[in-house]
Structures are given as structure tokens and as C-alpha cells.
């Protein structure tokens, strides 16, 4: 892609090893600063693994917290431990973690082929659809209050 330039300023995909880092920093900081804080709370990280009997992962999730709230971010389960309720457990984990951190929601995200059935019998509630995708692949938008 060549350049795009805007009078003494240009666009490029040029980039040197701390540039992603630190604009994601900048925008961390200037989120910080527009929520007076709010952000970073209560912001720790929830991380839970599923292993078997020789210590082996066989699943995770990974959830942020911030502005109160808990983010579902990764959540995978070997296909072989599928459906035996591992998944439930985890998600009522976290949520019980959430909480206890203050979070007073939790939110998520997800394909049309993984899991949206999952969090709705979890009882999340779907609020946006994006189905721009092709083959008629959807991502979903899921919210939860934690009481």
C-alpha cells in the first residue's frame, strides 16, 4: 500500500516494534482519563482452566473487567469435554468472581457457528447482531446482569 499523504502528515502501514504498543497505551490513558477512572475498575483479570487428571489444559476463559462490568473475551473447551456441563461451571465461575470484584453485568461476543445457544440458556440476552458476514455467518452480542 503506498503512503496517503495529508499535507506534512501520512498514512502508512509502515511500523517499528513499539508503535502498535504504544498507541494502544495512548488510548488506554485517554480512555482512563474520559471515564475519571472508571476503567480501570474494577480491573483484574479473571483467567480459569479446565484440566484433566494430568494436569493437561483442556479449556479456558479468559475474562477482563473494567467500568464495572466482566468481559468474556476467550473461551474454548476441548471438543471431547464438550456438553458434559464443564462449560456451565466455568461461566457461573467467573460471574461468582465478577461479582465479587463488583462487576454488576457481564457481556460477550460470538459466531453464529460457536456458541450463542450456550449463553442464552446462560442467561444472556442478546442486544446486536452483526450479519454482514458472509455464508450467512453471525456475531452476536450478549449481556447478562449479575445479581
Not at 508503535?19 to 475519571?36: F, P, W
Not at 462490568?69 to 458434559?84: K, T
Request: charge should be negative; include cysteine.
Amino acid at each position: 500500500m503506498p503512503d496517503i499523504k495529508l499535507d506534512r502528515i501520512r498514512i502508512t502501514v509502515e511500523a517499528n516494534d513499539t508503535d502498535y504498543e504504544d498507541t494502544c497505551n495512548k488510548l488506554y490513558q485517554y480512555n482512563v482519563q474520559a471515564t475519571n477512572g472508571l476503567l480501570q475498575q474494577p480491573g483484574k483479570d479473571i483467567n480459569l482452566y479446565l484440566r484433566d487428571e494430568s494436569d493437561k489444559v483442556i479449556g479456558g476463559l479468559f475474562c477482563e473487567t473494567w467500568l464495572y462490568g466482566l468481559y468474556l473475551d476467550v473461551f474454548w473447551i476441548a471438543d471431547e469435554y464438550r456438553h458434559q456441563g464443564y462449560g456451565k461451571v466455568m461461566i457461573v465461575e467467573a460471574e461468582r468472581l465478577g461479582k465479587e470484584l463488583g462487576c454488576t453485568f457481564a457481556h460477550t461476543c460470538t459466531f453464529s457457528y460457536q456458541s450463542p445457544e450456550f449463553y442464552k440458556n446462560m442467561g444472556y440476552e442478546v442486544f446486536g447482531v452483526n450479519d454482514e458476514y458472509p455464508d450467512g455467518i453471525k456475531q452476536y452480542f450478549l449481556k447478562k446482569k449479575l445479581k
